[in-house]
C-alpha cells in the first residue's frame, strides 16, 4: 500500500519508500541536518556565556547584561542613578561586582503595587526658566509643564497647519520637550502655549511681514548658514521653522547689515579702497585710523566715506609723490 506523507522540511507530499522515511529527497533531507545542527550550535553560543560567568566576580558592563539578562544600556542606567555599583579602572574599563548584583537584588524585593493603592505627591509650585528660540526667558511653573493647569488644547492637524510641521516631527519633538497631551477618540491634542514656547513664536514673529531662507540670505549677505544662525540668536532676530526649512525676518536683518550703506556709491569697502590706491587693506586701515576717518562697520566689511579717504590719499600724493606708507 502506497504511504503518502508530508517532508518535514519543504512540506511537500511524497511516496514513503519505507516506514522511517521524513524527507521527499537527500537535498531536503541534508539541509534538515543542516538547520539542526545550526540550532544546536544557536544554543551553545547562547549559553555558553551565562555558564562562563559563574565562575567570575568582577564582569564588564557587556557581561552583567548577560547575567542579568537586560540590555548593556540599561546596565549603564542602573550605574549612573546609583542603584548598582561599579568601578572605573581607567576611561574605557568598568567593572562591576557580582556581589553588587545580589546586593541590589536583594535590597528591592518585588512589590504588587495597585492604582489605587498610590500616595499623591503634594510640590511646591517651582518655577522654571524656559528660553524661547528667540533667545527670550519664559518662566513657567512645573505645575503648568504637568498639565495641573487648565490649558488650551489643539488638535495635531491643526498644529501641522499653524506651525508647517509634519506629524512625525511633532509626535516625537512633543515627547522629547514634555509638552502636555491629551488623547480623545483617537486623536492627540497638544497644549497651545507650550508649543508657543517650544517653537518660539512671539509678537514679533507675528508682525514680520518679509521673511527669507538661509540661501536667500548667502545670496543677499554672503552670510554661510552657520554665521546667519550665529547672528540671528545673537540679536533676536524673529526665526521660524516650516516643514523643516528655516525662515529668518527680512527688515532686521537688512537693519543689522545695513544694506543701504553697502549698496551706497559713496562708501569704499576697504577693498575696494585698496585695489584702486594699489595697497593692502592693512595700509587701508592704518591710513584710517591716522587720520581719524569714521568707518563703519557692517558684518566682516568696513566701510570707508569715499569723499574723506580721497582727499587724504590726494594730500598724501601732492607731500610724498606716492600713496604708500614709508
Not at 10 to 35: D, H, L, T
Not at 65 to 83: D, F, H, P, T, W
Not at 116 to 134: A, D, F, G, L, Y
Not at 243 to 249: C, D, I, L
Request: overall charge positive; some cysteine.
Amino acid at each position: 500500500m502506497r504511504q503518502v506523507r508530508k517532508c518535514k522540511f519543504c512540506g511537500k507530499e511524497f511516496v514513503a519508500r519505507s516506514g522511517m522515511q521524513k524527507y521527499c529527497c537527500e537535498e531536503c533531507q541534508s539541509k534538515a541536518k543542516e538547520a539542526r545542527k545550526k540550532r544546536q550550535q544557536n544554543f551553545i553560543n547562547a549559553i555558553e556565556p551565562v555558564i562562563g560567568l559563574q565562575h567570575q566576580e568582577y564582569l564588564t558592563f557587556a557581561k552583567a547584561a548577560i547575567l542579568m539578562g537586560c540590555s548593556r544600556q540599561y546596565v549603564y542606567k542602573l550605574v549612573n542613578e546609583g542603584k548598582l555599583a561599579a568601578s572605573r579602572i581607567s576611561s574605557r574599563m568598568a567593572f562591576v561586582r557580582k556581589a553588587d548584583i545580589e546586593k541590589m537584588l536583594a535590597g528591592n524585593p518585588y512589590h504588587r503595587v495597585l492604582p489605587t493603592s498610590r500616595p499623591k505627591k503634594v510640590k511646591e509650585p517651582v518655577t522654571k526658566s524656559v528660553k524661547t528660540k528667540n533667545g527670550k526667558s519664559l518662566s513657567m511653573s512645573e505645575d503648568v509643564q504637568q498639565g495641573n493647569e487648565v490649558l488650551d488644547y489643539i488638535s495635531a492637524e491643526e498644529v501641522m497647519a499653524l506651525y508647517k510641521v509634519k506629524k512625525t516631527w511633532l509626535y516625537t519633538t512633543a515627547k522629547r520637550n514634555q509638552v502636555p497631551v491629551c488623547r480623545i477618540a483617537g486623536t492627540n491634542y497638544y497644549s497651545r502655549k507650550h508649543l508657543d514656547v517650544l517653537f518660539g513664536l512671539t509678537v514679533e514673529a507675528s508682525e514680520v511681514k518679509e521673511w527669507i531662507t538661509a540661501k536667500e540670505a548667502e545670496v543677499l549677505y554672503g552670510m554661510k548658514p552657520s554665521g546667519l544662525h550665529a547672528c540671528a540668536y545673537r540679536h533676536h532676530i524673529p526665526t521660524k521653522r516650516e516643514y523643516g526649512q528655516t525662515y529668518y525676518a527680512k527688515e532686521q536683518l537688512d537693519a543689522l547689515r545695513r544694506t543701504d550703506l553697502v549698496n551706497d556709491d559713496s562708501y569704499y569697502t576697504a577693498r575696494e579702497a585698496a585695489e584702486k590706491f594699489g595697497m593692502s587693506t592693512a595700509n587701508v586701515s592704518i591710513i584710517a585710523k591716522k587720520n581719524s576717518i569714521v568707518m563703519v562697520k557692517v558684518g566682516v566689511k568696513n566701510l570707508i566715506p569715499k569723499a574723506d579717504f580721497d582727499k587724504i590719499m590726494e594730500e598724501r600724493l601732492a607731500q610724498y609723490g606716492s600713496y604708500h606708507i614709508f
